[in-house]
């Protein structure tokens, strides 16, 4: 096995605390953390691509997300730290008005092209196309999948588990819950326990795909990973389980009832979660492992995701 080279783009180590939620105690790992504009778990991933995209000497970044996409926005921001170019293929509607991460896509000076959801579904077809053209005008273009999740991205959480060791014992956690859209961050946690040799459950929270989709999602990719790298290891794949439920009124829209307890904990804690990702993952993390204990050995990983609160700020004032 050999790992590949990445950019230092991350702010890490990101921070392990303890919190506390109507009595309850909990560890929390604050990927948040990883920078300001190049907040949450994407930044992780885009040091390995970003890095591959500078030694192939391109200059411009294709990707894709919804128009409130974390990712998309980290690699605006990240790219143009790099000198390079960015066009995005967003799944929304243009708007004068932007908000959250459509608003900083825009002022970083980013092209964009904004799908239909219909138009979403072959995405990667419609950057392989776009890429061609221009290249024929004399660029050199790099695309990266949704979220950053491909065998190369995902070793960005292959390594956040050497991180995670050395600021707890593993062993003695029973599991980590996290928010699941493009299957990248559980993948990689997968491979690097397995690495570790630890037997870690990993709680992934669905708010995209069905369960049934985003499980094959985690596996496929970690399988990937393993064959691309020559990694030497067998994972458990019944340790991945998905807490679904969590995302029925749509990836791009949240409840009031989960607004509520989202704002709850921030009262209490000062932790803001959002309302795509790691809001819904916290609901779910309350309904299992919190809700009436005193504590619980299943960790939360916050993915980040501030800015999605500004595009939803009504929901939040409600």
């Not at 300001?36 to 192939?56: D, I, P």
């Not at 002022?107 to 799908?115: D, H, P, T, V």
């Not at 409840?255 to 209490?268: A, D, G």
């Amino acid at each position: 096995m050999k790992e590949p080279k990445k950019l230092q783009l991350a702010n890490t180590p990101t921070p392990l605390i303890k919190s506390q939620f109507e009595n309850c105690k909990f560890l929390i790992k604050r990927d948040d953390f990883t920078g300001v504009e190049l907040s949450g778990n994407k930044v992780r991933k885009l040091e390995y691509l970003l890095y591959e995209a500078k030694r192939q000497k391109c200059n411009y970044i294709f990707t894709s997300g919804g128009d409130q996409s974390n990712h998309a926005r980290a690699t605006v921001i990240a790219a143009a730290s790099l000198g390079m170019k960015t066009k995005l293929f967003l799944w929304g509607r243009e708007t004068k008005n932007s908000e959250g991460n459509l608003f900083l896509d825009q002022i970083a000076n980013s092209e964009i092209s904004f799908l239909t959801r219909k138009q979403y579904d072959i995405v990667p077809e419609i950057m392989e196309t776009e890429k061609i053209k221009y290249e024929k005008k004399g660029n050199k273009v790099f695309v990266i999948p949704s979220g950053g999740s491909s065998a190369l991205g995902i070793w960005g959480y292959i390594n956040f588990i050497n991180e995670l060791s050395q600021q707890t014992d593993l062993n003695k956690l029973d599991g980590i819950t996290l928010a699941a859209g493009s299957a990248g961050t559980a993948a990689g946690i997968l491979i690097g326990s397995t690495l570790l040799g630890v037997d870690l459950k990993i709680y992934a929270v669905n708010v995209v795909y069905s369960a049934e989709v985003m499980r094959e999602k985690i596996i496929t990719l970690a399988k990937q990973c393993i064959k691309d790298f020559k990694i030497d290891v067998l994972p458990n794949y019944n340790n991945v389980k998905i807490l679904d439920g969590y995302s029925t009124e749509g990836y791009k829209n949240i409840t009031p009832q989960k607004v509520s307890l989202i704002k709850k904990y921030f009262k209490e804690s000062g932790i803001l979660l959002d309302p795509t990702y790691t809001g819904k993952a916290f609901v779910a993390y309350y309904d299992h492992f919190l809700k009436n204990k005193k504590s619980t050995k299943v960790l939360f990983l916050h993915t980040g995701g501030l800015f999605g609160t500004f595009a939803k700020r009504k929901d939040y004032l409600k």
